[in-house]
C-alpha cells in the first residue's frame, strides 16, 4: 500500500474484554513499530519487530500486552483483559530497518475502554 | 534507560514570535530526529540530525544536535498559526535502529 494502514481507526470495548489491533505495514519494510500515546502525551515505545530477529519487546507494560508479525507483512497487537488505564492512541510504524531511518507512521488506533 | 526530556510541554505564543524548544538526555544518540503531529494523524518526520555539532534549517525552522549528541533544539523563527502542532523529539539508540520519543512540546501560535 501507499502508507501505514492501521484497523480499526476506533475501537471501544468493555473492560475485560480483549481487543486486537492491526497493522499493515509499507510493502517491503523490514522493520515495525508499535507504540502508544495518551491523551496529550507523547509516544511509548512498545514492541519492535526486525525481519526476522527476535522481538523487541521490552516497553510492553505487562503480561497482557503481546504482539505478533509474521515474516515482514502485518502485525497484531493483543490486549487481553482490558483495563480503563489501557484508554489510548496506538501507534503502528514501519520502516527498511536502516540506522537512523526515519519511522513512517499510521494514523492511529484509538482505543476506548469503559 | 534511555531517556528524552523535552521542554516546555506547552508554549502558547503570538504569531511572529520567536520560539526555542529543547531535547535533553544523559545518554548519547546515534541520531536525533524532530516529528511534528497534527490531531488525529502520525508523527511526521521533520529532520535527522546525526553528526554532534551539526545544524539544519528547514525554512524558519532551525535544528541543532549538541556536541555531545545528547541533546538537541528546535527554534522557530517568526512562527505562524500554521506552525500549530505537538513537537516530538525522537532518540535512536547507538545501534540506530530502535527509536524511542519525548512527550513533546504542544505549540498554538494564535493569529
Known amino acids: 500500500g501507499a502508507g501505514v494502514s492501521q484497523s480499526p481507526s476506533n475501537k471501544v470495548t468493555e473492560k475485560g474484554k480483549d481487543v486486537e489491533l492491526r497493522c499493515d505495514p509499507i510493502s517491503g519494510h523490514t522493520a515495525l513499530y508499535w507504540y502508544r500515546q495518551r491523551l496529550g502525551q507523547g509516544l511509548e515505545f512498545l514492541i519492535y519487530f526486525q525481519g526476522n530477529s527476535a522481538p523487541d519487546k521490552s516497553g510492553l507494560p505487562s503480561d497482557r500486552f503481546s504482539a505478533e508479525r509474521t515474516g515482514e507483512s502485518v502485525s497484531t497487537l493483543t490486549i487481553q483483559r482490558t483495563q480503563q488505564e489501557d484508554s489510548a492512541v496506538y501507534l503502528c510504524?514501519?520502516?527498511?530497518?536502516?540506522?537512523?531511518?526515519?519511522?513512517?507512521f499510521g494514523s492511529g488506533t484509538q482505543l476506548s475502554v469503559l | 534507560t534511555q531517556l528524552l526530556e523535552q521542554s516546555p510541554q506547552f508554549l502558547s505564543i503570538q504569531e511572529g514570535e520567536n520560539l526555542t524548544v529543547y531535547c535533553n538526555s544523559s545518554s548519547v544518540f546515534s541520531s536525533l530526529q524532530w516529528y511534528r503531529q497534527e490531531p488525529g494523524e502520525g508523527p511526521v518526520l521533520l529532520v535527522t540530525v546525526v553528526t554532534g555539532g551539526e545544524v539544519k534549517k528547514l525554512k524558519r525552522l532551525t535544528f541543532q544536535f549538541g556536541d555531545a549528541r545528547k541533546d538537541s533544539s528546535l527554534h522557530i523563527t517568526a512562527a505562524q498559526p500554521g506552525d500549530t502542532g505537538l513537537y516530538l523529539c525522537a532518540g535512536a539508540n547507538t545501534g540506530g535502529f530502535k527509536t524511542i520519543f519525548g512527550a513533546g512540546t504542544r505549540l498554538f501560535v494564535k493569529a
Open positions: 510504524a514501519s520502516n527498511w530497518g536502516q540506522r537512523n531511518e526515519k519511522l513512517f
